[in-house]
């Protein structure tokens, strides 16, 4: 703080923030990564993972992620784990605030990732990792020969459906309106598929179970009648948030508020980066953020050592 100058400072503790600090603090650089109250991201939800490589057994969410920040700590990189509530960009070195404290840096990574939106339903919040998902390709395998929910309408919630019946005994759509907004292409697809069946003009209230799904409460919205439909798990599909807040009016957004790149890691403003799920709608998985954190803080490194030459 004050007059200290780090060579780069990353923000956000997901994947790709640690892959691109291990990268930068072992190259030597003078690296502060201010990782959130919430540190680590969407991986601190996610019980096994069993896709990221290297881990033939698996490993737990949390578990890996403490392991990447042990990996970045050793290579002597700061880490605070505050939330960031502002950035100036205007001028260099670039600040980076955490309430009334100053941080600058000569170059910036933004790794802030992307947050699943939830339904806020009573039962869904603890049962997150034992049968509540917001990703079927992370947890589908966990499924196999069960009965599942997806809640959704698009193309997100048929890709979810899709890729679920590779594994599950049947997949139950669960959609508020009387049609989808999805992709014809993707409506055509599940709607042929067998294992896939749907319930229109319907909301789930309610996640049932003690340490596992069992069950959801549906309410119709046009006639306001519940019932009870058992299940093994339930798949929320209804999109994420990118977390840009803070650099709305600081960096060019998408209409879905995604950072704006260019071979995928480069700003409009030299010397900001971007990696992993903030700018990535489309993957958001643990080893493509990973790689882009890489890929970032590659190009960081190489903008830096331009301006020592300069």
């Known amino acids: 703080m004050g007059n200290e100058i780090f060579d780069i400072i990353i923000i956000g503790s997901g994947p790709a923030g640690l892959t691109a600090t291990i990268y930068t603090s072992r190259a030597n650089l003078k690296t502060l990564l201010i990782g959130g109250v919430e540190f680590g991201g969407q991986l601190m939800l996610t019980t096994d993972v069993e896709d990221y490589p290297g881990f033939p057994d698996g490993i737990q969410g949390p578990e890996l992620i403490l392991a990447m920040k042990a990996q970045a700590e050793k290579f002597g990189s700061r880490i605070l784990q505050e939330n960031v509530t502002s950035v100036d960009f205007s001028k260099k070195p670039f600040a980076v605030y955490v309430g009334e404290k100053k941080y600058l840096a000569k170059a910036i990574i933004i790794s802030t990732g992307a947050s699943a939106k939830w339904l806020d339903i009573p039962g869904e919040k603890k049962l997150i990792g034992k049968g509540v998902s917001s990703c079927a390709v992370c947890d589908a395998a966990f499924f196999k020969g069960k009965k599942v929910v997806v809640v959704g309408g698009g193309d997100s919630a048929m890709r979810e459906a899709l890729f679920l019946t590779k594994f599950v005994s049947s997949v139950t759509i669960i959609h ?112 493509t953020a990973a790689g882009i954190g890489c890929r970032a803080a590659i190009d960081a490194h190489d903008y830096l050592e331009n301006l020592t030459n300069e």
């Not at 749907?198 to 596992?212: A, E, Y």
């Not at 799904?213 to 093994?232: F, S, W």
Request: charged share 25%.
């Open 176 to 287: 508020r309106r009387d049609k989808l907004r999805a992709f014809p292409i993707l409506v055509e697809r599940a709607s042929k598929n067998p294992k896939v069946s749907f319930i229109w003009d319907t909301i789930v209230t309610q996640v049932l179970g003690v340490d596992k799904v069992g069950g959801v409460i549906l309410k119709n919205v046009r006639t306001g009648k519940q019932k009870h439909l058992e299940t093994d798990g339930l798949f929320v599909a209804i999109g994420h948030s990118p977390n840009t807040q803070i650099f709305r009016d600081r960096l060019p957004l998408d209409p879905k508020g995604y950072i704006i790149v260019k071979n995928e890691t480069k700003t409009p403003i030299s010397g900001v980066f971007v990696a992993g799920d903030v700018s990535d709608w489309h993957y958001q998985q643990a080893v």
